[in-house]
């Protein structure tokens, strides 16, 4: 007998309805739905739960493969919340580039280093697009943390390459302007990202 069929079992056996039984377990009624189906599986904190509400092991709902199937989607899924959670974590770092002594800044013949609240050596348009782009991808690093913590992965693809092109936008025009350090830094969490990138796609 399959999960799903056990799982039908168990709860008709109770006399339960699914939306009863996804109160039960703390989960919705979609997901009971689901499982009952054949068109997935808990995941191992659910299949605690089930074990335990029903006095059964989970050896008697699911066999040994099913069950390492289970433990590996899991984990795979775990890894791409952490890469994701990092990368979130790597654009808010560009507030690094806001308040580091990056620029120079020509004082009475010395050439002193500021950061950009104090830098005008630069014409005022780029001045701004370094404040755009430094704050946009504060934005997009927040917006991500945020949909990795609630687990909402539709838009987590789309924010990585914006995130990335905005990156790339950034050490371009950093190193036009010739801000050595700052586009150094900007290319360095360029790189990160990269890595991310390509570690959290390959999972």
Same mark, same amino acid.
């Given at each position: 007998?399959?999960?799903?069929?056990?799982?039908?079992?168990?709860?008709?056996?109770?006399?339960?309805?699914?939306?009863?039984?996804?109160?039960?377990?703390?989960?919705s009624r979609t997901a009971v739905?689901?499982?009952?189906?054949?068109?997935?599986?808990?995941?191992?904190?659910?299949?605690?739960?089930?074990?335990?509400?029903?006095?059964?092991?989970?050896?008697?709902?699911?066999?040994?493969?099913?069950?390492?199937?289970?433990?590996?989607?899991?984990?795979?899924?775990?890894? $791409?919340?952490?890469?994701?959670?990092?990368?979130?974590?790597?654009?808010?770092?560009?507030?690094?580039?806001?308040?580091?002594?990056?620029?120079?800044?020509?004082?009475?013949?010395?050439?002193?280093?500021?950061?950009?609240?104090?830098?005008?050596?630069?014409?005022?348009?780029?001045?701004?697009?370094?404040?755009?782009?430094?704050?946009?991808?504060?934005?997009?690093?927040?917006?991500?943390?945020?949909?990795?913590?609630?687990?909402?992965?539709?838009?987590?693809?789309?924010?990585?390459?914006?995130?990335?092109?905005?990156?790339?936008?950034?050490?371009?025009?950093?190193?036009?302007?010739?801000?050595?350090?700052?586009?150094?830094?900007?290319?360095?969490?360029?790189?990160?990202?990269?890595?991310?990138?390509? $570690?959290?796609?390959?999972?």
């Open positions: 007998m399959e999960f799903n069929e056990k799982l039908q079992e168990l709860r008709k056996a109770k006399g339960m309805t699914q939306e009863e039984l996804a109160e039960a377990l703390y989960v739905s689901k499982w009952e189906s054949g068109r997935g599986y808990p995941s191992l904190d659910s299949l605690r739960e089930i074990s335990n509400y029903f006095s059964v092991t989970i050896d008697d709902l699911l066999s040994g493969n099913e069950l390492i199937s289970i433990a590996e989607k899991e984990n795979k899924s775990n890894l $791409r919340k952490t890469y994701g959670m990092l990368f979130g974590i790597v654009d808010l770092f560009y507030f690094l580039l806001i308040v580091l002594p990056l620029y120079p800044k020509t004082i009475g013949g010395y050439i002193y280093s500021v950061n950009l609240l104090g830098f005008t050596e630069v014409s005022q348009w780029i001045l701004w697009s370094y404040w755009i782009l430094f704050a946009v991808m504060m934005i997009v690093g927040v917006v991500r943390i945020l949909l990795e913590e609630k687990k909402i992965e539709k838009y987590n693809r789309t924010l990585s390459y914006i995130s990335v092109v905005i990156s790339i936008l950034a050490v371009i025009l950093l190193a036009l302007s010739r801000e050595a350090y700052a586009a150094a830094l900007a290319f360095l969490l360029l790189v990160i990202k990269g890595m991310l990138l390509l $570690r959290c796609t390959s999972k």
